[in-house]
């Protein structure tokens, strides 16, 4: 009798587990592809895997912005993934591996101790990993015969980057950088620095005041390419003209005042007209193979059953 209703009671716990994870799992699913799922887990890994990587806060503005975009990759990753499966294509693993270090910055082990730091699924983002890469590996297959560039075109493009790019701007800079401990202090300093430059000039207050390197040589930075800018030095000195000092430039610990003391450009040598062509070349593939890339990957999801629970 004993045995008998122990094997009841056994039959009745296995019984109920079984019905409890198919909720469960039932519960858990968003969307069915086909015969793939997308599950509030994986959605709520990606959402922060993507928000982290992306250097963006984990709050719940970000997450409300940006689920509908991470739940749509999801749905597309699913889709590739069905398409790998049916051209039984075997993704390279070298192709893998240089793109984890490449997103990693050849740390791969930092890499995955942030994962575990914020407690997200570093194995669920190599499979997507695994997927975005089988995917242009299989586009190039599948297209790379029908990808063919006009000369014509990049002739024209090669043309007008020379156009564009022929002239080699640079400006002749000087500076006072004054470093402050104190945030309350910013305004005080600013003028009183404002009203030196006014009674002394430039250089004797550089000379005097400026905690730079370049103090010793009167603030003098010398020419410096507009490429080597930073966007908030170059959009500073984009409205100057010679010999004007710039507003102060405030930043989190000190402030830079700036003086444009002289501008040239000058065309540009040695410039590698095979090279260029090469790369004009390759971007022009690249944006063609996006293109069925894109498209193949449309045709597919417009005959896949899509159902949202």
């Known amino acids: 009798m004993k045995q008998f209703l122990l094997k009841r009671v056994c039959v009745f716990f ?3 587990l079984n019905t409890f994870s198919a909720n469960a799992m039932k519960s858990d699913i968003i969307v069915k592809i ?3 799922i997308v599950t509030t887990f994986e ?20 997450i409300d912005k940006n689920k509908k975009q991470a739940l749509n990759y999801l749905i597309n990753l699913k889709i590739k993934k069905n398409e790998l499966d049916k051209y039984k294509y075997k993704i390279d693993e070298i192709d893998v591996n240089q793109q984890l270090l490449l997103l990693s910055s050849n740390n791969i082990n930092d890499f995955k101790t942030k994962f575990k730091r914020f407690n997200l699924s570093y194995d669920l983002f190599l499979n997507e990993l695994k997927i975005e890469t089988g995917w242009k590996q299989l586009m190039f297959q599948i297209y790379n015969k029908k990808v063919k560039i006009n000369q014509a075109d990049i002739n024209k493009e090669v043309a007008n980057y020379l156009n564009k790019n022929s002239k080699l701007i640079e400006y002749k800079i000087s500076e006072i950088e004054i470093i402050i401990d104190n945030n309350s202090e910013i305004e005080k300093e600013t003028n009183f620095i404002i009203n030196q430059i006014k009674e002394f000039g430039f250089m004797n207050t550089a000379i005097k005041y400026s905690n730079s390197l370049t103090a010793s040589n009167k603030g003098d930075m010398g020419w410096i390419n507009k490429d080597s800018l930073n966007t908030q030095i170059y959009n500073a000195l984009m409205g100057m003209k010679i010999g004007e000092i710039s507003k102060p430039i405030i930043n989190l610990n000190s402030i830079l005042i700036l003086k444009l003391d002289d501008k040239r450009s000058s065309e540009v040598k040695d410039l590698n007209l095979e090279e260029l ?10 944006e063609l193979f996006v293109l069925y ?3 193949h990957l449309s045709k597919v999801k417009n005959n896949a059953l899509i159902e949202y629970k």
């Open 14 to 16: 296995i019984f109920f």
């Open 34 to 36: 086909n015969n793939n």
């Open 43 to 62: 959605l709520k890994n990606k959402l922060k895997t993507s928000l982290i990587l992306s250097g963006q806060e984990i709050n719940k503005e970000n």
């Open 277 to 286: 062509t090469k790369q004009i070349n390759k971007q022009k593939e690249n």
């Open 293 to 295: 890339s894109n498209s």
